[in-house]
């Protein structure tokens, strides 16, 4: 089998706006309780579970247009968007050491996807 564009294309949509879960649980966090209605009135936190967890549906849709074993690495393109939003949402610095970490994630799936 080989894998088709739009199932790439929608493992890459969903790894982006997965990748704002954990940017949305960062925010919420400075807020967070061990309450479960603290908890649930924490809209940073709802909203990074919410797209975190919604973010699964186009990938598992994408399975049936391609090989998990293709499929399946590009995921891994969500810690370079989570890099990516933590510097702009979070203003976080991105030293040397997380491009290369970006460098390397990029050319391991580039690697893989010629492989296929």
Same mark, same amino acid.
Do not use: C, H, R
């Given at each position: ?65 391609? /090989? ?23 203003? /976080? ?24």
């Amino acid at each position: 089998m080989t894998t088709q564009l739009w199932a790439i294309i929608l493992v890459l949509v969903g790894s982006l706006y997965g990748a704002l879960g954990p940017i949305y649980w960062k925010k919420g966090a400075k807020y967070f309780s061990l309450s479960i209605k603290g908890t649930l009135l924490n809209n940073n936190l709802m909203k990074g579970g919410l797209l975190w967890g919604s973010s699964f549906l186009p990938l598992i849709y994408a399975f049936k247009g391609g /090989e998990v074993s293709v499929l399946a690495p590009l995921m891994s393109t969500g810690y370079i968007w989570v890099i990516i939003f933590s510097m702009f949402m979070l203003k /976080e610095k991105i030293n040397s050491y997380k491009w290369t970490g970006i460098l390397l994630i990029v050319l391991g799936v580039s690697l893989i996807g010629l492989g296929s």
